[in-house]
């Protein structure tokens, strides 16, 4: 089956400070999204991006199919980014989510 | 409200009881899915309808385990004979195409 990859496996930021995260992906894929699970187990949908560059606000995503990997940039960061980030695809086209390993990011003020 | 609802949040039963779990999706969003999330691993992938049609049922899904989404809009996920290792989030997404949107699950514990 497809492997998903993300890194680094954690993360640690002083506030104010930015990050890059990656995920890469063994196959090709129809749906690639990007998760934010907040400490409460709420996952988040951050960006639904199976290529191409998308921005919402401090968050950017760039999606490059061909070589099969996704970054998720995160500028500015703040506490409540605090979490873990999934990359998640989809080979199927019925969005049966396979996710990554995730990356867990803890922001200190 | 118009986001994903799971209920109940949490359930702690004791191994042997059945459980149920309900799930109502964001209106009008004909796909629904069923993932479980344990202790430090993302969620994996147990089952999908499409209306009321379920479509793909994981491995994972043991013969204890049965879902139903009898009018295409609201779902159950029953668990038979609980056990110990069933013990995780269960969680219900929702989508009509681009993109899946989650709940806040339900946190399973069996003692």
């Known amino acids: 089956g497809i492997q998903v990859e993300q890194s680094p496996p954690d993360l640690i930021l002083q506030e104010g400070a930015n990050s890059t995260l990656r995920c890469n992906f063994s196959?090709?894929?129809?749906?690639l999204q990007w998760f934010h699970q907040n400490p409460w187990g709420q996952l988040i949908n951050l960006f639904y991006?199976?290529?191409g560059t998308k921005q919402n606000g401090r968050l950017s995503a760039t999606t490059v199919a061909t070589e099969r990997y996704s970054l998720l940039y995160i500028s500015s960061s703040q506490t409540t980014d605090s979490g873990v980030y999934f990359c998640a695809v989809d080979q199927t086209g019925a969005n049966n989510l396979f996710f990554g390993t995730g990356t867990r990011l803890t922001v200190i003020p | 409200d118009t986001g994903v609802s799971q209920d109940p949040r949490h359930k702690i039963t004791k191994r042997g009881q059945n459980v149920t779990f309900r799930c109502d999706p964001i209106s009008e969003h004909n796909r629904l899915y069923w993932y479980r999330q344990t202790l430090g691993q993302g969620p994996e992938f147990l089952t999908y309808f499409q209306n009321e049609a379920q479509l793909e049922k994981s491995r994972l899904l043991s013969d204890r385990f049965s879902a139903e989404r009898p009018k295409g809009s609201f779902s159950t996920l029953e668990i038979q004979r609980t056990e110990q290792g069933d013990s995780a989030m269960y969680l219900c997404?929702?989508?009509?195409?681009?993109?899946?949107?989650f709940g806040q699950g339900t946190r399973l514990t069996v003692v």
């Open positions: 991006i199976p290529s």
């Open positions: 196959d090709s894929v129809n749906n």
């Open positions: 997404a929702s989508s009509l195409g681009q993109g899946v949107f």
